[in-house]
């Protein structure tokens, strides 16, 4: 991918250097050129954050706003919120092809996808909290502003994902560079939960039975609570909008993206990237394991509130629960960047999904106790960190693997990412369609402040046997993943010969 100064300014500074110590004095440069600042790290790790932001704001209140606010039909709302999600499953490949052959611009390949795609982004996220005057089109507002956006977040995280590749070509930094970001992704989905739930004061008690004196007195309080509920809507997605912006500036302010050695995208046609990412057997491994793993953790996260609420019956205590396992997460983070660094990435892999195995078991095993709620929450935080940081630690290894033995083919880091976003999207789908199914065949009545004893023993199951068998199912496929502590260090000396073998290439071609 690179047609390009970076080379060329590099070959020059070493026809500066004796022939007799060019081995001694172009080790430095080159280490020092690969290392990165904690600022850029920082400010790669911002980037993550409009993702998560957004994501969170839009998974906990979207159907709570169509349906109490937009007042839709639920019917016509699940047809909103599904069509969003496959179509957002689909424009992560479509996307991970189209930046796979785009061309090297002075501000890098991936940064012009991000910087363009934000204001659009942002335009229709704001648009998506907006209730249009009229009743007739609603639906298709909805489903034309959320797919829209959908299709701008994926320009902006898809290329955001694989500039993972292009921040440095040392493992170590890029993965010192994942836990940094993989801190903030977590903060972020602590912050546009809090940022969504305290301006729209959106946590309700179960109603109580209302009084004759004031059922006349009804109906206008009601208008007048859904026009400030309204404004409230309004007023958050402009402050997450504000925030998404900052983000993408400090994004394209605080990263330059590195050129590889003069070697040039090879051109593909779409059917032929997707034979080349799916027909690579680590990267299957990898990503059919991780699809295990996440579906089950948001089989847990997605019924979690719902579990504490109705089989647990801590409903005032579930918004701070949730928050512990948030935070929980976000501790933990640098012990796992410290952990498979210190013992590999594998061994992190079974030492930290298995962890809130054990604490899953438990909480359905005893009576309900709220002390033990907030300690099995802690441990699940744990385990949600691990589940977030090691599958975007592991890919660029994949990558890394898939340049040694594909040295001619180069330009298509997009791919892979992108294809691992379609899977977990994929995986999220699935959980949503799976919970939503077995508790209303359960017989799950909304809003309604009890429900059916099988309602509370199919959220029983749904998060803790189900996750832990998807855990061991997932963990199975994982053992099978080929790309050890051994073969990653053996992967980065090779490319590491390569890369110093295309810049000697760039030297003698300038000199001539």
């Not at 899977?423 to 809003?447: D, M, N």
Request: charged share 15%; with cysteine; aromatic share 14%.
């Amino acid at each position: 991918m690179a047609r390009g100064e970076g080379p060329e300014q590099y070959a020059a500074s070493l026809l500066s250097v004796k022939p007799i110590n060019t081995e001694i004095k172009t080790a430095k440069p080159n280490d020092q050129r690969n290392r990165l600042s904690v600022w850029n790290k920082l400010c790669y790790a911002i980037g993550g954050a409009p993702y998560q932001i957004t994501g969170s704001a839009l998974g906990f209140f979207l159907q709570i706003f169509l349906l109490d606010v937009a007042q839709l039909d639920p019917f016509h709302a699940s047809i909103i919120l599904f069509v969003g999600r496959a179509w957002d499953a689909v424009t992560d490949p479509t996307v991970g092809f189209l930046v796979s052959r785009s061309r090297w611009t002075r501000i890098g390949r991936m940064m012009p996808w991000i910087l363009f795609s934000t204001p659009f982004a942002m335009l229709t996220y704001f648009l998506i909290w907006y209730v249009p005057p009229f009743e007739q089109g609603k639906v298709v507002w909805y489903l034309i502003f959320y797919c829209l956006f959908q299709s701008m977040q994926t320009c902006f995280h898809v290329p955001y994902s694989a500039l993972t590749m292009f921040i440095s070509n040392d493992q170590k930094e890029r993965d010192s560079a994942t836990a940094y970001r993989m801190m903030v992704e977590v903060l972020g989905t602590v912050l546009g939960t809090a940022i969504q739930g305290q301006i729209v004061g959106g946590d309700t008690n179960c109603p109580t039975e209302p009084d004759e004196h004031d059922s006349r007195n009804s109906t206008s309080t009601s208008i007048v609570s859904l026009n400030e509920t309204k404004q409230a809507y309004l007023i958050s997605s402009g402050v997450i909008c504000i925030i998404y912006i900052f983000c993408a500036t400090v994004l394209f302010l605080g990263v330059k993206e590195k050129k590889e050695s003069g070697r040039k995208v090879s051109q593909l046609t779409f059917c032929q990237g997707l034979w080349l990412v799916m027909g690579y057997g680590p990267y299957i491994k990898l990503v059919i394991g991780f699809l295990f793993t996440s579906l089950a953790f948001m089989l847990l996260e997605g019924n979690f509130a719902l579990f504490i609420t109705y089989a647990l019956g801590h409903r005032k205590d579930y918004q701070n629960i949730l928050l512990v396992i948030m935070l929980s997460g976000t501790v933990t983070i640098p012990f796992w960047q410290w952990f498979l660094s210190r013992f590999g990435k594998k061994k992190a892999v079974y030492f930290g999904i298995t962890w809130a195995v054990p604490f899953m078991i438990l909480i359905v095993c005893i009576k309900s106790n709220l002390i033990i709620s907030y300690l099995v929450s802690v441990a699940a935080g744990v385990s949600v960190a691990a589940a977030f940081l090691l599958p975007w630690s592991m890919l660029p290894d994949v990558v890394d693997d898939f340049k040694v033995k594909n040295p001619d083919i180069h330009g298509h880091e997009a791919l892979f990412y992108s294809y691992y976003v379609f899977f977990i999207k994929f995986a999220s789908g699935v959980s949503l369609g799976v919970s939503t199914l077995s508790l209303k065949f359960a017989g799950y009545v909304t809003g309604s402040c009890s429900q059916p004893e099988a309602v509370s023993l199919t959220l029983k199951v749904l998060v803790s046997p189900v996750p832990v068998a998807l855990i061991a199912v997932g963990l199975l496929i994982l053992w099978t993943y080929p790309i050890d502590e051994e073969r990653r260090q053996g992967n980065r000396k090779l490319l590491q010969e390569m890369l110093d073998s295309d810049s000697e290439t760039s030297v003698l071609g300038s000199s001539v």
